[in-house]
Every structure is written in C-alpha cells, then in structure tokens.
C-alpha cells in the first residue's frame, strides 16, 4: 500500500531530477513516471506530490491526461501539491517570453487546480524549480530547494 507518492513526466531528466529528490525528502515516497501510474496507485493515499515540465505554458501532454482521467472524488482526502521545472521569469532576456509567462504562467498552477477538482487538499503552494535552458540543465540548488520545499507537506 503506498501512502506517499511522487508522479511526474519528463522530457529531459530536470523534472525527474527533482522528483526523485522529492521522494527521497518524503521518505518512504513512491516515484513514478506518470506512464507507469494506474489507478491502484491511488487507492490509499495520503500525500500526492505531482511534477511536470513546463511547454507552451502548459503540463506535458501525459499529465494532463492523468489529470483530465481523475473523477472528481478521486483524490478526497489526499493532501497534493505541485511542481513544475521552468526557466525562471528573471532568467529570459526575451521582454515578449516574460509577458507571454505573466499571461498564461507556469505548468504547477494547471496541475493544483486539476488536483482540487479531483478532490485534493492542496497542502503546499505550487512551486517552480528552474532550468537554465529549454533542456536544462537544472539551476544550482535547485534539488536541495526542492527537498526543503515538499517537507513542508509532512
């Protein structure tokens, strides 16, 4: 029965980078790719922690399914959060990519509230952990931010 888990997508090792750093803050915290998470991995839960890279503003495409696929009781009980990795607002020299950015945002927002749809508790605020480029890597410190971030959820 798994109590604690970590669901995230990736494309280019960042946000499972931070993920893992995630789980391993949480202690006994199950990470899975969200290919890999079935409905089973849901039962029982007491904390949901999930991380998606940030593209055209927006979670990756397989976590927006995972969430989309949630009734809406799923996760009743469940203490949630979200997580996006993102180049940093103030790490752009584009004036257009940081209006588009305060327009539509960052991934972590989409995922909490899909994850109050279904029921969640949002316990801890969404938080964005940096990249230097579109490929990464991740900024210095961010896993160390990232592990002091989710044990705030226990």
Known sequence: MVERLVIYDSFFGNTQKIAESIGEAL??????????????????????IVGS???AF??????????KQLDSNALEGVK?????????IDKTDSGFLRTL???FGY????????LQKAGAEIALEGNGFGVSDSEGPLIEGEIER????AKQIL
């Not at 949630?80 to 940093?88: E, G, L, S």
């Open 27 to 48: 202690g006994d915290a199950v990470v899975k790719k969200v290919s890999e998470v079935s409905q089973d991995d849901l039962e029982n839960l007491k904390i949901l």
């Open 146 to 149: 990232a592990q002091t971030w």
């Open 80 to 88: 949630a959060a979200a997580f996006d990795t993102r180049i940093p």
């Open 53 to 55: 890279p940030t593209r």
């Open 101 to 103: 950015i305060k327009i």
């Open 107 to 114: 991934a972590d927002k989409i995922i909490d509230k899909s």
């Open 58 to 67: 927006q979670p990756s495409p397989d976590i927006k399914s995972f969430l």
